[in-house]
């Protein structure tokens, strides 16, 4: 049991340590994406994912499914093609990539970066071109 003296000391750098953790979020959170929808999708080898596109910050949450995550590494190695892209060099990728392609709405748009949340779920910015406003008209 731990004495009193240093408990109060202990339970302090325990809540420090923790308040680190309550920063803002800068992405890398399964928790962003509750609520949000998802698009199934599946790659050339065969992998199956969903991807959820967050509405307010357009970041890509690309979820595998565990079963073809293996499918997908076996038909990689037997094919001789990298685990990982060269784009972000993050796991899935391949994933957010078909995303983007086969999404309309993302026409033009690229992977900025990405990030490894867990060995099934990674997430990715996307970068895309500014969309033409209605033009302004001027009084005068």
Not at 21 to 36: E, M, Q
Not at 82 to 105: C, D, F, K, N
């Amino acid at each position: 049991m731990i004495s009193r003296p240093l408990f109060a000391p202990a339970l302090l750098a325990l809540m420090g340590a923790m308040s680190g953790c309550a920063s803002v979020p800068t992405g890398g959170s399964l928790s962003d994406y509750v609520g949000v929808g998802s698009t199934n999708l599946t790659t050339t080898c065969g992998g199956g994912y969903q991807v959820y596109r967050q509405p307010v910050n357009g970041r890509l949450l690309v979820a595998a499914y565990a079963v073809s995550e293996m499918r997908q590494s076996f038909c990689q190695s037997w094919r001789g093609e990298p685990s990982v892209s060269s784009v972000t060099g993050v796991r899935h990728e391949e994933g957010a990539l078909e995303y983007i392609a086969t999404t309309p709405a993302m026409k033009g748009c690229k992977l900025v970066s990405g990030i490894e949340i867990t060995r099934l779920h990674s997430e990715f910015t996307v970068s895309c071109p500014a969309q033409p406003g209605a033009p302004i008209a001027a009084k005068g």
